[in-house]
């Protein structure tokens, strides 16, 4: 048996991670509507305890998970701490004394408590002495609904609103209007305005060295010249060569001697990573993190498929992704100011050839669209193994690189 889940980010009003839903299936052919709420969730909880850890999907923030009454029932949230589990009622729960006492104990042994997907009626007033948090769908759930909720929490000020499915920086801004306190959705990987953000001389470096790296045989000569004329540039190429995340240790004397040390692949993922962490100072972390994630969830695909020479080209692909959200501007015009290979952009800009397949596999695998993602998988003749892997490989690398680069 191979697990399946997927997260989604979960951010504050400063657009800071909270913690992540975990959305989660028991393998791409038990979709929607195959497999019930109770055995999902008892399959999380049975993963979480035996074949991986909790801490691994969630960078150890908390983990957002669904409870039926069922699973509820059978006390399932106990078997995790409570600092790494939000328990989340299912809105499919109908509210009575049963429900009201797991509850009570559950708030009692220290845990926090969400309603899902939340659709008010009177009888959950019972409920908020106890609730945390109010998760709102934003998708279905229109405006006077969404104040008359409010209306109704006013007395109980401890519980905050999460707005869910915010898909749109429109639908974020009316969150925050509206008082929510969190938010879950895409709304960071868009853009929030379309503007034209030029690039500073450091950026521009980056920019010419992720074309120069983009062929398959490098020039050496030329990045190191590249380098060699960038200060900022070459101490975190020294800072890189040296991180933990290479568990080596190597006295250097030259530019082209740290670079020499890296190989390659590595000077191909510093650049792409420190482009983006560069261009995105004023961006949410987890947005850098998305990008990480799919750049290294998109390479290990195209190692996976064996079909392309250079997957560091799946990896710039994945990373180049999210820059539209990253420069707040459409694609198009990022991709006239980066180099890039026509590969690439056929990739971002058409969603044509191998590597628009590998993102799309990402892209449906981030939404836990393991329908859609399962016919990729099986259209590129991967392993149903494969993908679950790579993802979870992704989601620990990205989680070391954040650390390389976080200071």
Same mark, same amino acid.
């Given at each position: 048996?191979?697990?399946?889940?997927?997260?989604?980010?979960?951010?504050?009003?400063?657009?800071?991670?909270?913690?992540?839903?975990?959305?989660?299936?028991?393998?791409?052919?038990?979709?929607?509507?195959?497999? !019930?709420?109770?055995?999902?969730?008892?399959?999380?909880?049975?993963? #979480?305890?035996?074949?991986?850890?909790?801490?691994?999907?969630?960078?150890?923030?908390? $983990?957002?998970?669904?409870?039926?009454?069922?699973?509820?029932?059978?006390?399932?949230?106990?078997?995790?701490?409570?600092? @790494?589990?939000?328990?989340?009622?299912?809105?499919?729960?109908?509210?009575?004394?049963?429900?009201?006492?797991?509850?009570?104990?559950?708030?009692?042994?220290?845990?926090?408590?969400?309603? !899902? *997907?939340?659709?008010?009626?009177?009888?959950?007033?019972?409920?908020?002495?106890?609730?945390?948090?109010?998760?709102?769908?934003?998708?279905?759930?229109?405006?006077?609904?969404?104040? $008359?909720?409010?209306?109704?929490?006013?007395?109980?000020?401890?519980?905050?609103?999460?707005?869910?499915?915010?898909?749109?920086?429109?639908?974020?801004?009316?969150?925050?209007?509206?008082? &929510?306190?969190?938010?879950?959705?895409? &709304?960071?990987?868009?853009?929030?305005?379309?503007?034209?953000?030029?690039?500073?001389?450091?950026?521009?470096?980056?920019?010419?060295?992720?074309?120069?790296?983009? #062929?398959?045989?490098?020039?050496?000569?030329?990045?190191?010249?590249?380098?060699?004329?960038? %200060?900022?540039? #070459?101490?975190?190429?020294?800072?890189?060569?040296?991180?933990?995340?290479?568990?080596?240790? /190597?006295?250097?004397?030259?530019?082209?001697? /740290?670079?020499? %040390?890296?190989?390659?692949?590595?000077?191909?993922?510093?650049?792409?990573?420190? &482009?983006? /962490? @560069?261009?995105?100072? *004023?961006?949410?972390?987890?947005?850098?993190?998305? #990008?990480?994630?799919?750049?290294?969830?998109?390479?290990?695909?195209?190692?996976?498929?064996?079909?392309?020479?250079?997957?560091?080209?799946?990896?710039?692909?994945?990373?180049?992704?999210?820059?539209?959200?990253?420069?707040?501007?459409?694609?198009?015009?990022?991709?006239?100011?980066?180099?890039?290979?026509?590969?690439?952009?056929?990739?971002?800009?058409?969603?044509?050839?191998?590597?628009?397949?590998?993102?799309?596999?990402?892209?449906?695998?981030?939404? /836990?669209?393991?329908?859609?993602?399962?016919?990729?998988?099986?259209?590129?003749?991967?392993?149903?193994?494969?993908?679950?892997?790579?993802?979870?490989?992704?989601?620990?690398?990205?989680?070391?690189?954040?650390?390389? &680069?976080?200071?």
């Amino acid at each position: 048996m191979y697990f399946y889940a997927a997260r989604q980010p979960i951010l504050d009003r400063d657009k800071k991670l909270i913690g992540y839903e975990l959305l989660f299936r028991d393998g791409v052919d038990n979709v929607f509507p195959d497999i !019930d709420g109770d055995e999902a969730t008892s399959r999380l909880i049975e993963g #979480s305890q035996f074949n991986f850890g909790l801490e691994d999907l969630t960078d150890n923030k908390p $983990a957002y998970i669904n409870f039926t009454l069922e699973t509820l029932q059978k006390g399932y949230p106990l078997l995790l701490g409570k600092e @790494q589990v939000v328990v989340e009622i299912l809105e499919t729960i109908q509210p009575g004394k049963r429900l009201l006492a797991l509850v009570k104990d559950l708030k009692e042994k220290g845990y926090i408590l969400a309603l !899902d *997907d939340y659709i008010h009626q009177p009888v959950w007033r019972h409920f908020y002495p106890y609730i945390d948090i109010i998760k709102i769908d934003f998708l279905t759930c229109d405006v006077d609904s969404i104040k $008359a909720i409010i209306e109704a929490i006013k007395p109980y000020p401890h519980i905050k609103l999460l707005a869910e499915k915010v898909e749109t920086y429109e639908k974020y801004q009316l969150a925050l209007e509206m008082g &929510f306190s969190y938010f879950q959705g895409f &709304f960071f990987s868009k853009p929030e305005m379309v503007q034209s953000k030029t690039l500073p001389p450091s950026e521009m470096a980056l920019a010419e060295l992720l074309y120069e790296t983009s #062929s398959i045989d490098l020039n050496l000569r030329k990045i190191t010249e590249v380098f060699e004329r960038d %200060v900022n540039l #070459s101490y975190k190429l020294l800072r890189y060569s040296n991180s933990a995340a290479f568990k080596r240790r /190597a006295e250097i004397s030259t530019i082209k001697q /740290a670079l020499i %040390v890296l190989g390659s692949e590595e000077i191909k993922r510093f650049l792409s990573l420190l &482009f983006a /962490a @560069q261009v995105a100072a *004023d961006k949410p972390a987890e947005l850098i993190r998305l #990008s990480l994630t799919r750049a290294r969830f998109a390479e290990l695909l195209a190692i996976s498929h064996g079909k392309m020479r250079d997957t560091g080209m799946a990896f710039l692909t994945g990373m180049m992704s999210l820059m539209d959200a990253i420069l707040d501007e459409d694609m198009p015009s990022v991709m006239n100011k980066l180099p890039l290979t026509i590969e690439i952009k056929d990739a971002l800009l058409k969603d044509e050839g191998l590597l628009a397949t590998y993102l799309k596999l990402v892209k449906f695998y981030e939404q /836990a669209n393991w329908e859609k993602a399962k016919e990729i998988q099986q259209q590129l003749g991967l392993k149903p193994e494969e993908v679950p892997d790579a993802y979870h490989d992704a989601l620990s690398w990205s989680n070391d690189q954040m650390s390389v &680069f976080g200071d």
